[in-house]
């Protein structure tokens, strides 16, 4: 499992095991299940429905360990600490996996305070149930436990009951408006330092500024919600607001293209409201005036391509349904691959991180 990574948001990736299951339609071309299929002789033997998920190597499971005793010289070097992205290849609140696995790495996250855990989710809705299982598991072997699982089965308590760990950031996949409506208001009702919306692969416009919460009022995701009434005239319980929004279009065989637009749109709402913006990348597909930036220099079949029309292009069939301001408008974006493409928008890089976080 990687030691260090090139995804632009965080400094390691570590894996506790590999596994999954197909939840939304952000999982149509699982990376992560490519892989596991390229090295299991083409069949992904821990995907899907009852497959059995692999637990990784104690050298794996040590490779925390290290980096949190490292954490002071990383921090004079780098200004920052070290984030861990966790469960690239997995997902951490998978029903699937034994729980024991999940209290081992409740316990590797309170050992390493010295680590911010950017621990992402597309089950963000099952984060109390398996955080109650792993305390329940913990309770019945307290007669005979150690110190260190008594201080676990207090630490996930504490958690439980609003105290978040303060090296644990949480964060839910969001990839279409239905997904944003459904788990945003989880995620934001969920204790936790941080909260981070991993929006890649992008697949529809998406209105952060106000979600509509199934009759019961409106909450505000950017900006929090404090004070509110339901549709009856009844206090609302208060929200905290977004931390982080990252976007980034799909990469590899069969990516869908992203509408430059809904980038622009979140980029648009995240500046409004101050609310940090990290664009990861644009995948397969680009716009033109991204690949002019940062491509042409470097790859001069992007002329004679477009001399000879052997660009693949996208055009979008029709308006935006959602973002009013960019509705009408139908971008042209070109299938050159993820390196052409780049990670530009509209000239320049965002790498913007939570404050006091960089």
């Not at 699982?149 to 609003?162: H, K």
Request: glycine content about 10%; proline content about 7%.
């Amino acid at each position: 499992m990687s030691e260090n990574t090139k995804i632009e948001w965080a400094t390691h990736t570590f894996n506790p095991w590999e596994g999954c299951q197909k939840v939304g339609p952000g999982c149509d071309n699982c990376y992560a299940e490519t892989r596991n299929a390229r090295f299991a002789g083409g069949q992904a033997i821990n995907w899907g429905p009852g497959a059995p998920r692999r637990r990784t190597s104690a050298t794996t499971w040590n490779l925390p360990l290290r980096w949190n005793a490292q954490h002071s010289s990383f921090f004079m070097q780098h200004g920052h600490r070290q984030r861990v992205f966790c469960a690239s290849l997995a997902d951490w609140l998978d029903n699937a996996v034994d729980i024991e696995w999940l209290v081992d790495l409740l316990g590797l996250i309170r050992r390493t305070p010295d680590l911010d855990w950017l621990l992402l989710s597309k089950r963000i809705g099952n984060w109390r149930g398996r955080l109650e299982a792993a305390a329940e598991w913990l309770r019945e072997g307290l007669a005979t436990a150690s110190e260190e699982s008594v201080a676990l089965l207090r630490w996930i308590e504490r958690w439980l009951a609003g105290d978040a760990p303060t090296n644990v950031w949480l964060g839910s996949t969001i990839v279409n408006p239905v997904e944003a409506d459904r788990d945003v208001p989880k995620l934001l009702a969920t204790p936790a330092r941080v909260r981070f919306l991993s929006m890649e692969p992008l697949l529809g416009m998406v209105n952060l500024t106000v979600i509509d919460v199934g009759g019961h009022g409106e909450i505000y995701p950017l900006h929090g919600t404090t004070g509110c009434e339901d549709d009856d005239g009844n206090p609302m319980p208060d929200l905290p607001r977004i931390d982080w929004v990252i976007v980034g279009g799909e990469s590899g065989p069969g990516a869908r293209p992203m509408n430059p637009d809904w980038a622009r749109s979140l980029r648009h709402q995240c500046n409004a409201a101050g609310v940090p913006f990290l664009f990861k990348q644009w995948g397969e597909w680009g716009e033109e005036s991204s690949i002019e930036q940062t491509g042409r220099a470097q790859h001069g079949w992007w002329e004679a391509d477009r001399a000879d029309g052997g660009v693949p292009r996208h055009e979008w069939p029709g308006p935006i349904q959602r973002g009013v301001e960019l509705a009408s408008l139908r971008p042209e974006v070109f299938r050159v691959g993820k390196k052409a493409a780049g990670r530009l928008l509209d000239g320049r890089e965002w790498n913007e991180v939570p404050h006091g976080a960089a």
